[in-house]
Nanobody, 128 residues
Framework: QVQLVESGGGLVQAGGSLRLSCAAS????????MGWFRQAPGKEREFVAA????????HYIDSVKGRFTIPRDNAKNTLLLQMNSLKPEDSAVYHC?????????????????????WGQGTQVTVSS
């Protein structure tokens, strides 16, 4: 069992940056691939990025490549999402998630159904 709590959301102007954090507790953090999803009002939850349990592999949706990074710090049980060059279309509630076991390639973790644990979300609003 894993508990996840996001923080770091807020209001930012287009072109600005935010860093989201996800604090994990419970089962050993390093045992899970981790990911970020986002959900705008009236929209389905959308994959953003994932990172392997070891941190060696990452995977991003095309629209955020080159702008977002998804580092993890297993020693601190923390997942991050560094968001640069933000656009209004990035506005959403951002959720972190811990993947199912066993650990597959990081590219497996690209949809909500492949994650077992979810945080409550943190709001990101990008103004134009």
């Amino acid at each position: 069992q894993v508990q996840l709590v996001e923080s770091g959301g807020g209001l930012v102007q287009a072109g600005g940056s935010l860093r989201l954090s996800c604090a994990a507790s419970g089962r050993t953090f390093s045992s899970y691939a981790m990911g970020w999803f986002r959900q705008a009002p009236g929209k389905e939850r959308e994959f953003v990025a994932a990172i392997s349990w070891s941190g060696a592999g990452t995977h991003y949706i095309d629209s955020v490549k080159g702008r977002f990074t998804i580092p993890r710090d297993n020693a601190k049980n923390t997942l991050l999402l560094q968001m640069n060059s933000l656009k209004p279309e990035d506005s959403a509630v951002y959720h972190c998630a811990a993947g199912r076991e066993p650990g597959y390639s990081v590219t497996y973790y690209d949809r909500p159904g492949r994650f077992d644990y979810w945080g409550q979300g943190t709001q990101v609003t990008v103004s134009s």
